[in-house]
């Protein structure tokens, strides 16, 4: 009777012995389950987000085009020019805008007279191109004022490091050319590649493409 007993008791320790170990063994075989799933997750989302991170650079566009237009001439140009383009736009914003009382050249007295009578006054402008960096050309369009572009112009483009880019001017007028523009503009990024400056008054974009491809 007693070794039966002792039987049983051997039999008992060697079964709860070995449901213990089967415990500890699921207990680990779960805890790697779920540190492999936890990895593949991880790299789920990092391949996702790389993914995601390479469309939108695919996605960015590398062209510009920025335009000052007091009278609404020369933004219907750019947004024509953009679009033939597939480009950003950009509009230059002054940040204290012109009136038609301002823009009266034949007064000398007029604000516009007066900036451009002094080639070296810059207008505040109140608005950035916060991603200059991502784009390789620049379109940048203004009316023709006494001649030359509008001293605004030379605010904008004097804000940001354009070396390397390109650099395309274009302009509207009532009845000039591009005159001296460029003697006034090129000092302002002296390091970026100018290219010579597009008249697009009164241009369809059929003729727009034609004048920029």
Known sequence: MQKQKRNFKTVYIFQHNKIKEMKRLSTILALSLAVILCA???NKVEQGSAQQSNTENMNKKTTLVAYFSATGTTKAAAEKLAEVVDADIHEIQP???????DLDWHNQQSRSSVEMKNKSSRPAIKNKV???DQYTTVYIGYPIWWYIAPTIIN???EQYNLEGKTIIPFFTSGGSGAGETMKYL??????????DPINLTG???????????
């Open 40 to 42: 593949c997750a991880g």
């Open 95 to 101: 940040e204290q805008l012109y009136t038609d009382a």
């Open 130 to 132: 916060e991603n200059m």
């Open 155 to 157: 605010t904008f483009v």
């Open 186 to 195: 090129t000092p302002s990024a002296p390091k970026a590649s100018w290219k």
């Open 203 to 213: 241009k369809s974009k059929n003729e727009i493409e034609k004048l920029v491809k």
